[in-house]
């Protein structure tokens, strides 16, 4: 169990690192794409002025080289995009880890807070896709029907159980929101 426990620590010091790197990475990409696009800008004023100096023969030679403009643009646009998407990336990792770290935390919460019997209740609950009636938890656990309606009634004023009518019985859900992976 310790040894499942360090495994996923270092998974999730790992998905940390590579976010942070992708947001590093991403700041640094857009900070480039700003510095680019202002020498773009200023190489731009310039040679709108010197445009007007040059003769007839110096734009004729240089009717056959590629566009200087064109090719500075397509890296630019390139880099914009790469810096977009690895912040994004960074953000979403980030938010998806947080959303687990949210979740195991108030698992652990109410994992410290019920009795060995709710326990039982919620690992069989489970095992069943979240949801089961209340006689079949009955069945499965072994408890007794008052037990089991103790149980239920606790787990629920704890928000951890969701109970319905069912025909004659209740059918007992997990709540998604703590238990779902």
């Known amino acids: 169990m310790k040894r499942e426990n360090q495994k996923l620590k270092n998974k999730r010091k790992f998905y940390w690192f590579v976010a942070i790197l992708c947001l590093i990475y991403g ?97 069989e609950l489970e095992k069943n896709n979240g949801e089961l009636t209340q006689s079949e938890l009955v069945r499965k656990t072994g408890l007794s029907k008052v037990k089991v309606h103790r149980i239920v009634k606790r787990l629920e004023s704890l928000e951890i159980v969701s109970k319905y009518p069912y025909g004659v019985t209740n059918k007992i859900k997990l709540e998604k929101s703590l238990y779902e992976e």
């Open 27 to 123: 700041g640094v990409a857009f900070i480039l794409f700003i510095q680019q696009s202002y020498i773009l800008y200023v190489r731009n004023q310039f040679t709108q002025s010197d445009d007007f100096a040059r003769n007839a023969t110096q734009i004729a030679s240089n009717r056959f080289r590629p566009n200087f403009r064109t090719l500075t643009i397509i890296p630019l646009v390139v880099n914009l995009f790469g810096a977009l998407i690895s912040i994004l990336a960074g953000l979403s990792l980030v938010s998806i880890l947080r959303s687990k770290e949210s979740k195991e935390l108030k698992k652990d919460v109410i994992e410290s807070m019920v009795l060995p019997d709710e326990k039982l209740v919620i690992r």
